[in-house]
């Protein structure tokens, strides 16, 4: 039964070339017309595979280039970091008192979970005295300088 292999690697360029460089030899080297004439078309064919393998192969390479250019340009520095999560904390506080109790429960356990293992007692008590604090800051106004 005649099915492809699923493993199977396409030619590199140099695959191909070595192909071709084979094929015009058998070509120089056979007897009939029809033998040559098929060898030079076996050779022409991988001729043109091994400039379109070449053309991906250089396609693929400027591609993985630009994405790690890309990664590493996307890449925040740590206090950039830090400074998006203190953003996106404050928001999170000052529309605090507008979300859904259990949506407020989730977060609240969640960002007690955030500290080390035996400290989360701890880490708990500490969050839920700052909600308590700032539960209505976002009446105030003076909430969004706080945390810049």
């Not at 070339?17 to 017309?33: H, Q």
């Not at 991988?46 to 340009?73: F, G, P, T, W, Y």
Request: proline share 3%; with cysteine.
């Amino acid at each position: 039964m005649n099915r492809p292999l699923a493993d199977a690697q396409p030619f590199t360029s140099r695959q191909h070339l070595a192909k071709a460089v084979e094929y015009a030899d058998l070509a120089r080297r056979s007897i009939g017309s029809a033998e040559r004439q098929k060898f030079q078309q076996l050779e022409g064919r991988h001729s043109v595979l091994a400039v379109l393998a070449d053309n991906d192969e250089l396609l693929q390479e400027r591609n993985a280039s630009r994405a790690i250019q890309q990664d590493e340009s996307s890449r925040m520095t740590p206090a950039a970091e830090d400074q998006v999560l203190r953003c996106l904390g404050a928001v999170l506080i000052m529309q605090w008192n507008t979300l859904p109790a259990k949506l407020q429960r989730e977060l609240f356990d969640h960002a007690g979970d955030m500290g080390e293992l035996l400290d989360t007692s701890a880490v708990r008590e500490k969050i839920a005295r700052f909600l308590h604090t700032h539960k209505n800051d976002e009446t105030n106004g003076g909430a969004k300088e706080r945390y810049k």
